[in-house]
């Protein structure tokens, strides 16, 4: 497996651990601390897969994952968070609840990876 995956959370030992776990999957994590971080890094030939949390300052993931979407119609997303939903995901998109154990994300990153190559 090979890509670039955009981790955004603003809690920096999440960043580290969806980092990790990226990483022993083969694919390069690229890491954003906000919304703004994440838009800035975005770029829709680069990234392969969005891995973001929904609750961050300024710029939310919900509007993060939108402005990606509509610059890569494809991009495979998995939504992350500790709390309720509260909002509406795009379609074919993953929502994982925090806290989820590394193995459930590695799947997650298969998953949507996998529904990409299909």
Known sequence: ???????VDDEPFIRMVLAECVAGL????????SGEEALDAFSP????LLITDIR?????GWEVAELARALKPNLPI???????????????TIYLPKPFRPHE???AVRKSLDSLAA
Do not use: N, Q, T, W
């Not at 030939?45 to 392969?48: L, P, R, W």
């Not at 961050?56 to 939310?60: A, D, E, P, R, T």
């Not at 998995?78 to 074919?92: A, M, R, T």
């Open 45 to 48: 030939s680069a990234i392969d």
């Open 56 to 60: 961050l300052g300024g710029i939310s």
């Open 26 to 33: 083969g694919l390069e994590a690229v890491e954003a601390a």
């Open 78 to 92: 998995i939504y992350i968070s500790g709390f309720p939903s509260g909002g509406e995901k795009l379609p074919d």
């Open 105 to 107: 994300l590695e799947d």
């Open 1 to 7: 497996m090979a890509g670039r995956v955009l981790c």
